[in-house]
């Protein structure tokens, strides 16, 4: 059972790699040239938050908005189909860009070539404990763990695009986004604190928050958990607010 459990990970990240070397390709062909003079960056995951052509969460559509169309597939999760149906409606947006269009294809394939021994390494062959006050509890959280490292397997391919990205758009002063307390809102943070430090970012609660988030939770101990977080954090009210200190 543990066999096929790890062919069917494995399979999983292979599968997602192959239909993001297939976005890329798709983006190379339709790639657009926008204005480099802009201050605020404002998150997207098109088709989330769209009324057609109209964003409306931060509602800011004469900005520019960076948009996502596969993150780690756990807040859009759309068929090769639906992606490219989303490219065609992105791409007839004036005020939008792909981070897609700042992944190479040399990054994906080395992902894939790489992916037996990154796998065998970073997925099978790793045997951590998780501990509480003494306790294992290492099976009992054995699927959420290995869910969670399927989901940073696949946020690899985003590793090289964000120095693209912030080369072309290096006057960016501030960074708007949502999904900051999720797994995939830590890497994007992570990153962008490393590819340019000079960018102040600004996350926004999107939806009922629960001070039981278990990443969230964890990070909350970190000896650089800044490093993680947003610069400043908007709330919808006092108790979510006090939850997120």
């Known amino acids: 059972k543990k ?13 997602f790699y192959l239909k993001a070397f297939f976005v890329v390709i798709f983006l190379k062909f339709k790639k657009r040239e926008k204005r480099t003079n802009i201050k605020n960056l404002y998150f997207s995951i098109y088709p989330n938050f769209y009324n057609g052509k109209k964003e409306n969460f931060f509602d800011k559509n004469n900005d520019l908005k960076l948009n996502f169309l596969l993150t780690d597939e756990s807040h859009v999760n ?4 639906q992606i490219f149906n989303s490219c065609f409606m992105n791409l007839k947006l004036e005020n939008s860009t792909n981070m897609e269009e700042y992944i190479s294809l040399f990054d994906i394939l080395k992902l894939i070539i790489l992916l037996p021994f990154n796998f065998y390494n970073k997925f099978i062959n790793l045997n951590k404990k998780f501990e509480i006050n003494g306790l294992n509890f290492s099976s009992f959280y054995k699927y959420y763990l290995n869910a969670s490292l399927i989901n ?29 307390e ?7 943070t992570n990153k962008i604190k490393n590819t340019n430090k000079k960018i102040k970012l600004i996350g926004y609660q999107h ?3 629960s001070d039981n988030l278990m990443w969230l939770d964890l990070v909350k101990f970190f000896k650089r958990k800044s490093q993680y977080l947003p610069d400043l954090i908007v ?5 979510c607010a006090i ?3």
């Open 3 to 15: 066999r096929r459990n790890h062919f069917l990970a494995f399979f999983q990240i292979l599968r």
């Open 235 to 239: 709330s919808l009210n006092n108790t």
């Open 243 to 245: 939850d997120y200190k």
């Open 152 to 180: 940073r397997f696949k946020l690899e391919i985003y590793n090289k695009s964000f120095s693209r990205f912030f080369r072309k758009f290096e006057k960016i002063k501030n960074f708007y986004y949502y999904l900051f």
């Open 207 to 209: 939806g009922i928050f």
């Open 78 to 81: 759309l068929s090769l189909k």
């Open 182 to 188: 999720y797994s995939f809102g830590f890497y994007l």
